[in-house]
């Protein structure tokens, strides 16, 4: 008996699911089944046949029963996931990769040409701006850079051959912020006249689409890693790219072609522990965070902070618009980022001092996990910038906040500074 989900809150939607859909089909299961075949069955050529016609065509996910046909292509268990990830970003696709990189390169590489243009924000996710200075030109593709927190700037980095802007926001790992409107209203304006429109594609990773939905801004494509805040418990690598259906036969194609396809078993993982915690988990880091940011905000060793959730967060004003829950509380999300003053303590002294001798702080990459985690971007996860451009000041700590009691992760913060400020 199909229930319909209307008229229920997304937190209740991503533990139930759809009530019925032709993938959503496993009446007597509380729990969808992981899927693990290759390949599947096909009673004529004509099915097989079929199958092929409508691959990479939208459909709307109750119009009628996909045929499945290989894993690479499509296959039920990842289509739940996309169909419960697309439900939580409002938009009519989500498609899943292996990897954030996956996506990222997925979302950029199905929309754009040699000859194309890509403006891109200073500062990105280190493989991302990788990706851009180092493989794009090989391909034809030419990167300009631009501050997306000044659209002006990016108004004026725009040519006749620009296809794609492309950001994050918050920023990794500084969390600026982009006015999401602003960028949508000046890719509208730019395309006009144009036979293909200038497309916006933002990471929308630090949010997750629990504190951020950008196409209800106007962006057009959304991509995620999920391995981070998504998968949530740190033992998923996967990403996802989200749009809308005119997108779609060209997202779904490139990664049939490239095949950079999420695993079934990862995709129940996400879908089944993942997707359904992430209100709870993210209400939770967001209400340690805000008291890891004021306990480091006051602390006398501390430079600077950056927490959207602070009253002191440069674009205050901005984060309370943008950053919003599904029921529209505000949603900063629960990444810090922040300097020591390097004139009385050495950032690189601290955080070692924190990966020997903290309990519940981590020194590692990622993010959006079960646990405290830190790192310093402009050694790590920021290299390929090589300690220029936007991260020529090198010292800024990350801080993933995790799921520990935040007391105790003031605590082991508060004993390294003290520690390290003892032996200057
Ligand atoms: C903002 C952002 N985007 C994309 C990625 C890449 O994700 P993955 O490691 O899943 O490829 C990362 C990884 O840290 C990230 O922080």
């Known amino acids: 008996m199909p229930r319909p989900a209307a008229g229920y809150k997304k937190t209740t939607r991503i533990v139930h699911g759809p009530a019925r859909t032709e993938r959503w089909d496993y009446s007597h299961h509380a729990v969808p089944p992981l899927t693990a075949s290759t390949t599947f069955r096909l009673e004529s050529v004509e099915r097989g046949a079929r199958g092929f016609t409508e691959f990479g065509r939208f459909s709307d996910e109750d119009a009628k029963a996909p045929v499945y046909i290989y894993d690479r292509l499509d296959e039920p268990t990842r289509g739940l996931l996309e169909t419960q990830i697309a439900a939580m970003e409002g938009t009519d696709f989500c ?3 292996a990897s954030g990189m996956a996506a990222v390169s997925g979302a950029m590489g199905a929309v754009l040409e040699a000859g194309d243009e890509v403006v891109a924000h200073t500062l990105l996710y280190g493989c991302t701006h990788s990706l851009l200075t180092n493989w794009y ?3 034809g593709i030419k990167v300009r850079r631009a501050d997306f ?14 296809r794609v802007l492309y950001f994050e926001s918050p920023v990794n790992p500084t969390l600026d912020l982009v006015d999401l409107r602003s960028i ?4 509208a304006k730019a395309s006009a006249g144009r036979r293909r429109r200038v497309l916006t594609v933002i990471d929308n ?6 504190c951020q939905r950008p196409t209800e801004h106007g962006i057009d494509l ?13 033992t998923e690598v996967g990403g996802a790219v989200c749009g809308p259906k005119a997108l779609f036969p060209q997202v779904m194609s490139y990664r049939k072609d490239y095949g950079g396809i999420l695993s079934p078993k990862a995709a129940w993982n996400i879908l089944v522990y993942g997707v359904p915690t992430i209100p ?5 880091q967001q209400y340690s965070a805000l008291q890891v940011a004021r306990f480091l905000e006051s602390h006398p060793l501390v430079k600077e902070v950056r927490y959207p959730g602070l009253d002191s967060f440069p674009q205050r004003a901005l984060a309370l618009r943008q950053l919003r829950d599904f029921d529209g509380g505000f949603a900063p999300g629960n990444m810090i980022y922040f300097r020591l003053d390097e004139r009385k303590v050495s950032g690189v002294k601290f955080v070692n001092h924190v990966a020997k001798n903290a309990y519940c702080v981590t020194l590692a990459v990622s993010l959006g996990h079960t646990k405290t985690l830190i790192e310093m971007p402009s050694a790590m996860t920021h290299s390929a910038y090589a300690g220029a451009g936007p991260m020529r ?21 508060d004993a390294s500074l003290k520690a390290v400020s003892k032996k200057r």
Request: aromatic share 6%; hydrophobic share 40%; charged share 25%.
């Open 184 to 187: 949508a209203e000046l890719a």
């Open 137 to 139: 030109p090989k391909q």
């Open 393 to 413: 000041e090198h010292g800024g700590i990350r801080l993933s906040i995790g799921l520990e009691s935040p007391g105790d992760v003031i605590k082991d913060l």
């Open 149 to 162: 927190t000044d659209p002006k700037a990016v108004a004026r980095a725009l040519t006749k051959r620009t």
């Open 205 to 210: 990773t630090f949010a997750t689409p629990f």
């Open 222 to 234: 959304v991509v995620h890693s999920l391995t981070k805040n998504i998968g949530g418990f740190g």
């Open 95 to 97: 498609l899943a990769f």
């Open 280 to 284: 709870l988990r993210i209400k939770r």
